[in-house]
């Protein structure tokens, strides 16, 4: 069953950094974009940063310049790298991977479990 797993998450000081890693696994044929997403508690899930199969990368403005997205694609494998951490940081963050499958051959979208980050002020 293909399914991606989260790891990473957890409770820093602000300014502190935490790296959040998501392994896709299953019968895959390829990993097209990733992405990470987050969820605090009352507002609505929203986009962190994505990264393409070309390795091309989209940031919300919130985290430009201090969180890093990158994947290694023989571990089917995206990274979270977040410096400079601030208590609104924290939220549930979930990754995204739009895969496709060895069977059926029908790209479709995954999510993880989530990873709850905690930033303290």
């Known amino acids: 069953q293909l399914q991606l797993v989260e790891s990473g998450g957890g409770l820093v000081q602000a300014g502190g950094s935490l790296r959040l890693s998501c392994a896709a696994s299953?019968?895959?044929?390829?990993?097209?974009?990733m992405g990470w997403y987050r969820q605090a508690p009352g507002k609505q899930r929203e986009l962190v940063a994505v990264i393409t199969s070309g390795d091309t990368t989209n940031y919300a403005d919130s985290v430009k310049g201090r969180f890093t997205i990158s994947r290694d694609n023989a571990k089917n494998t995206v990274y979270l790298q977040m410096n400079s951490l601030k208590p609104e940081d924290t939220a549930v963050y979930y990754c995204?991977?739009?895969?496709?499958?060895?069977?059926?051959?029908?790209?479709?979208?995954?999510w993880g479990q989530g990873t709850q980050v905690t930033v303290s002020s």
């Open positions: 995204n991977g739009e895969i496709l499958p060895r069977w059926p051959l029908i790209p479709n979208n995954y």
């Open positions: 299953g019968s895959i044929f390829r990993v097209n974009s």
